[in-house]
């Protein structure tokens, strides 16, 4: 067997670091994401049957790809592993004694049950990161639960405040708890690396799911503690703030306009021609504002559907008052200042041809990350990493019919 093409070499800030990445689905992958996107070398060992299964989630096409996928699996090695047979587990070990983070977000027990566990890691590689990300945590009484995505938004207090009051809890559309697991994942990861070129050791890095959503919850508890306010379900409005909400227009558009601060409500009375507005005392204060919201919102509806979305954003933008269409992914495409940043970028897939998805986040000014290909096939890379570590060719046909890897 001829051995594949080494990987493109990464650039980015984390150039160098090593990520064996052996989550799947979500919370755990997208961590991995974002620190491949930003130049480290990602490993992510899966199962050689069928692999993560996000490989299957998401739109599916016809050629059989998923096009979430082409983006959480960017920037990656993928490498199979029957993790379940002691010879896989030993070829993790000796992966992960190379790496300087290992992510994993299986039920907390699992890894330790596969010899995996940091106990074991460390004394091979004193200096391991252990990124952990479930659904309640290492410890405690829920850490055992199955804790998915949906779950932590639940407990974390973020569905109970999303959604019209009609209804019951909604969902946000994304899978927000998992990617804000693995943001605090991330920035734990990266707080750990620094950490280490001080005290030279590594350590685990616990992200819970459930707690990861509650540290995006405002001052949530606090007001329900000190003074009994529980917040609800509002739709598109932040009670007693207003303007600020989303808008017809004439071409069945949304516009969303937030001109509650005084000085801002002034300009907008001006460009939809209503000066009476701001001098008017019903609407001439923010406190005045807040307790004519929904009356106040029509006259400014009034006047938004008389305008294709185009028309008002002009309008709007002559005097100043802060808006933006609701926009779709046809929008995103079209949009300057999309294009002008690079917002989004274009990968060229084996199957696919030229796949459009959001580029790097955060930029930086002299080491920012790219994105060098889109998710690979499985096993893409196994040889490859495999031969790192001193498997060869032959010895790697020998596991793959023992369904090793």
């Known amino acids: 067997m001829t051995a594949p093409d080494a990987s493109p070499p990464a650039s980015g800030p984390l150039a160098g670091l090593r990520v064996v990445e052996m989550g799947q689905l979500l919370a755990g992958p997208f961590c991995g994401q974002m620190l491949g996107d930003l130049g480290a070398d990602v490993v992510k060992i899966e199962d050689p049957k069928k692999g993560d299964p996000l490989r299957q989630w998401g739109r599916q096409l016809p050629q059989g790809q998923s096009l ?22 030993d070829l993790a070990r000796k992966i992960i004694a190379t790496a300087d983070i290992v992510i994993e977000n299986f039920r907390p027990g699992t890894m330790e049950r596969w010899g995996l566990g940091y106990d074991v890691l460390q004394e091979l590689n004193p200096g391991l990161i252990m990124v952990r990300v479930s659904g309640f945590g290492q410890d405690g009484p829920y850490s055992q639960r199955a804790g998915y995505g949906a779950i932590g938004e639940a407990m974390g207090g973020l569905r109970y405040v999303v959604g019209d009051p009609s209804t019951p809890p909604s969902r946000v559309g994304i899978s927000i708890g998992d990617t804000l697991a693995a943001l605090f994942a991330t920035i734990g990861a990266l707080a750990a690396i620094r950490e280490r070129e001080v005290s030279g050791r590594g350590q685990i890095v616990d992200s819970a799911i459930y707690e990861a959503v509650l540290g995006v919850m405002e001052s949530l508890v606090p007001e329900w503690q000190i003074s009994g306010y ?34 801002v409500f002034a300009r907008l009375a001006k460009a939809i021609g209503r000066t009476d507005l701001a001098e008017d005392p019903r609407y001439a204060t923010h406190g005045a504002r807040g307790e004519r919201q929904a009356e106040l919102d029509g006259v400014i509806g009034d006047y938004t559907s008389t305008l294709d979305a185009e028309d008002l954003e002009a309008a709007l933008e002559e005097f100043g008052v802060p808006s933006g269409k609701i926009f779709r992914p046809v929008d995103m495409l079209a949009d300057p200042q999309y294009q002008a940043r690079e917002s989004i970028t274009s990968v060229d897939h084996p199957v696919l041809g030229p796949v459009s998805m959001q580029n790097v986040f955060p930029r930086l000014s002299r080491t920012t990350g790219t994105v060098r290909w889109p998710g690979p096939e499985l096993g893409e890379h196994t040889e490859e990493v495999l031969a790192e570590i001193g498997v060869d060719p032959a010895d790697l046909e020998d596991l793959r019919g023992r369904n090793v890897a």
């Not at 949304?254 to 005084?262: E, K, M, P, T």
């Open 68 to 89: 979430w996928w082409t983006i959480v699996g960017r920037n990656k090695r993928s490498v199979t592993l029957n993790l379940r047979e002691p010879e896989a587990q």
């Open 230 to 263: 529980q917040r609800e379900r509002t739709g598109a409005i932040l009670p007693n703030v207003a303007p600020s909400n989303v808008y017809p227009t004439k071409d069945g558009k949304w516009v969303l306009i937030a001109a509650n601060q005084d000085t």
